[in-house]
């Protein structure tokens, strides 16, 4: 499949917070313990339709090496900031860098202003904590006694998606971008991005997947769990004047249940979570559902989210 016309701009969009770490597994110098079996990751028999299979349980391995918890400590840590990758044994701050590097080189070298218009980009990749009381059990008992956990052999986390493609303009960029392992909170990234602008570097974020985040991509309260206001308002839009409205994991424009008029409302459209299985709340996870709790928040004289609807 090629489309008849060609691409205007493009960004490649790499989870950030583990940038560059498969690739310095697949180094066969690379004497960290554990990765021996990706030395060989690239070779060209290796990158067959053959090897698919082998290839996605070696990437199961490596996922479930992001978080190795030894210790009563780092499992705390991990409860405590709801961050499955705190404290990540795979993380390398040498490689992490030189990575976010390549990805600057290669935007840059693509790039043909008239023609074609290649951005510095990365993925934010934030999920959301908040869990039942069940879930809370669970959690506890991971965290004590090491039984209980989820795949990876942390503390089992509610995984609603709350991610973010971060876009640079222009040609100053950071040396390295902000993801997780700085903060989950996607206001923390805000913080960031404003700081970033006060000092000449432009960026945006562009919410993506909404429709995986179980209601709290576009819910009325903030992250600590108080009604949004015009400041809130005015501080997410000066970072995320633009969503996503669809792409290959479901459409985030609206749903069934949110539209029950509109005969199009169940196009593509994904009922779980993005990674697991578990239902995601239509509630706040979609653009349309927004747009009416703007114009709500209007009415009560709050200013109400204007975000420009984008496809991916």
Known sequence: ????????????????????????????????????????????????????????QLFQTYVRNIAAYSNIWTRTVAYLT???????????????????????????????PGNFTTFVAYEFTASTTRS?????ASRVKC???????????????????????????????????????????PEDLWSWMDDLRSRGVDTIAIPHNSNGSNGQMFEMENWEGLPISTKYAEFRMRNEPIVEMTQVKGTSETHPILSPNDEWADFEIMWQRVGNSSYSRPFGSYVRQAYLDGLGMEEEERKPLQIWNGRS
């Not at 039942?132 to 809370?136: E, I, L, V």
């Not at 989820?150 to 986390?157: A, E, L």
């Open 1 to 56: 499949m090629q489309l008849r016309e060609p691409l205007d701009f493009y960004a490649v969009t790499d989870h950030g917070f583990l940038l560059g770490s498969v690739e310095g597994w697949a180094d066969p110098n690379n004497g960290r313990p554990g990765t021996e079996p990706f030395h060989n990751l690239n070779a060209p028999e290796n990158l067959t339709q053959e090897s698919v299979a082998a290839r996605s």
């Open 82 to 112: 709801g961050d499955t990758a705190r404290g990540s044994t795979i993380y390398d701050v040498d490689i992490h860098r030189t990575a976010w590097k390549d990805v600057i080189k290669s935007a840059q070298r693509h790039n043909d």
């Open 132 to 136: 039942s009381n069940t879930q809370d």
């Open 143 to 185: 965290l004590l006694t090491g039984n209980g956990c989820g795949f990876d052999g942390t503390p089992p986390f509610e995984n609603a998606n709350l991610h973010r493609n971060v876009i640079y303009k222009g040609n100053k960029f950071t040396v390295e971008p902000f993801t997780r392992l700085k903060s989950v909170n």
